[in-house]
């Protein structure tokens, strides 16, 4: 079945650094939405992107989405304890379902101050 | 705001016993969502529904089932309980048309 791979699985960083994690799809995606999960919360919609090669920023956090439709990366500037939780990619096939997402394995951001 | 409420936060069931977890929007959503989190897996689909009455399969419905008989409500039944599914259960709900889902705060529960 379709796969949604995230990279790394963990990253601990200190405060001020960058961040970056990539999902992979083993097929193309119709669009990818991003979320955050802070610890002990619930994933909270972030961003969805939906052209080939498109790039969204909100503030410090960059969103790409790859020419092929088959990854994304979520970039964080200076990184701040704020920015703490997993973070998971989520995408739909492109010829799926159109209320079904596929979530990758999430990214696990720590950030020591 | 999109409200997406979950009977419990935290729940201790025995293996063997009948679960019900119940998941309710006040949006008018068409669609709701069950999944599992586990560490490491990520979110995986359990069920989901797209009108009332109806269901279908996500990529993990065995032990589980599921009940819609109101359009805001979602339940989501472990018939018999085992300690496999300990994990954290997330509800989400997603209108028509639009991709974006709106998560529950979540049941965690550990099977004995």
């Known amino acids: 079945g379709q796969q949604v791979m995230q990279i790394p699985q963990y990253q601990h960083v200190q405060e001020g650094e960058d961040f970056t994690t990539y999902c992979n799809s083993s097929?193309?995606?119709?669009?990818i939405q991003w979320y955050k999960q802070r610890p002990g919360g619930h994933p909270v919609f972030l961003i969805q992107?939906?052209?080939?090669?498109e790039v969204k920023k909100q503030k410090r956090l960059t969103f790409q989405f790859g020419e092929a439709k088959k990854n994304s990366s979520l970039h964080i500037t200076a990184t701040q304890t704020t920015d703490v939780g997993t973070y998971f990619c989520a995408g739909r096939n492109r010829s799926g379902a159109t209320n079904k997402l596929i979530f990758g394995t999430g990214t696990l951001l720590a950030v020591q101050p | 705001d999109v409200k997406v409420t979950q009977s419990s936060r935290y729940l201790v069931k025995r293996t063997g016993e009948k679960v019900f977890l119940e998941c309710v929007q006040d949006m008018d959503h068409e669609n709701m969502f069950w999944y599992r989190q586990d560490p490491g897996l990520g979110l995986r689909l359990i069920y989901f529904?797209?009108?009332?009455?109806?269901?279908e399969k996500g990529d993990i419905p065995e032990g589980y089932s599921v009940s819609r008989e109101k359009k805001e409500r979602f339940s989501l039944i472990l018939e018999s309980a085992s300690t496999n599914q300990t994990s954290m259960y997330l509800c989400a709900s997603q209108t028509s048309g639009r991709e974006t889902q709106y998560f529950g705060p979540g049941t965690r529960l550990l099977v004995l």
């Open positions: 097929t193309t995606l119709s669009n």
């Open positions: 992107l939906v052209k080939s090669g």
């Open positions: 529904s797209y009108d009332v009455k109806m269901k």
